[in-house]
T-cell receptor, first 111, second 115 residues
């Protein structure tokens, strides 16, 4: 079955600290992987995506993610978190049609 | 220059009513989607249309009826609204290509509250 697991429901970090949000997937074919961010009351914004090639992908707002096929993971990282990064983060996997989302990780940033 | 727009942004209604949510994209995409985000923030696809044809229908109650008058529009009509229909509904669109997956662009969402 196709699924995405985000084990951390809620993460709190201090501003300036590094961040890693975990994502594991189960998918029968070559996955296309995505991270989206949802700010309060807003829609979904694509942070980055992995289709093929280099397993370390760079995204917007200083985020990056690394695809590890052996671990079925696609973790999101940022070296230094800003207060404006506080939001809900969704990992998703897709084929040629629908996206399957994880349950999201809520990021809280303390000054 | 809104890429994917939805109306209304908020919708509050009584149980049993019928309501519609509209979605429009100006990206020239040929595939459009409806997703539902429940109170626990879980996002799940409901429907997708490609060139006005229904492609995906994910075991959604038949009270929900999508309508695509043209490639740029995908509306969602809901009959006999129930409390459990309260959610945020997101529209998305993408362009079909031969290279595999096609990036989906999301609208701002419509928050539906059924009283």
């Amino acid at each position: 079955a196709q699924s995405v697991t985000q084990p951390d429901i809620h993460i709190t970090v201090s501003e300036g600290a590094s961040l890693e949000l975990r994502c594991n997937y189960s998918y029968g074919a070559t996955p296309y992987l995505f991270w989206y961010v949802q700010s309060p009351g807003q829609g979904l914004q694509l942070l980055l995506k992995y289709f093929s090639g280099d397993t370390l992908v760079q995204g917007i707002k200083g985020f990056e993610a690394e695809f590890k096929r052996s671990q079925s993971s696609f973790n999101l990282r940022k070296p230094s978190v800003h207060w404006s990064d506080a939001a809900e983060y969704f990992c998703a996997v897709g084929g040629t049609d629908k996206l399957i989302f994880g349950t999201g990780t809520r990021l809280q940033v303390f000054p | 220059d809104t890429a994917v727009s939805q109306t209304p942004k908020y919708l509050v209604t009584q149980m049993g009513n019928d309501k519609s949510i509209k979605c429009e994209q100006n990206l020239g995409h040929d595939t459009m989607y409806w997703y539902k985000q429940d109170s626990k923030k879980f996002l799940k696809i409901m429907f997708s249309y490609n060139n006005k044809e229904l492609i995906i229908n994910e075991t959604v109650p038949n009270r929900f009826s999508p309508k695509s008058p043209d490639k740029a529009h995908l509306n969602l009509h809901i009959n006999s609204l129930e409390l459990g229909d309260s959610a945020v509904y997101f529209c998305a669109s993408s362009r079909t290509s031969g290279s595999g997956y096609n990036e989906q662009f999301f609208g701002p969402g419509t928050r539906l509250t059924v009283l």
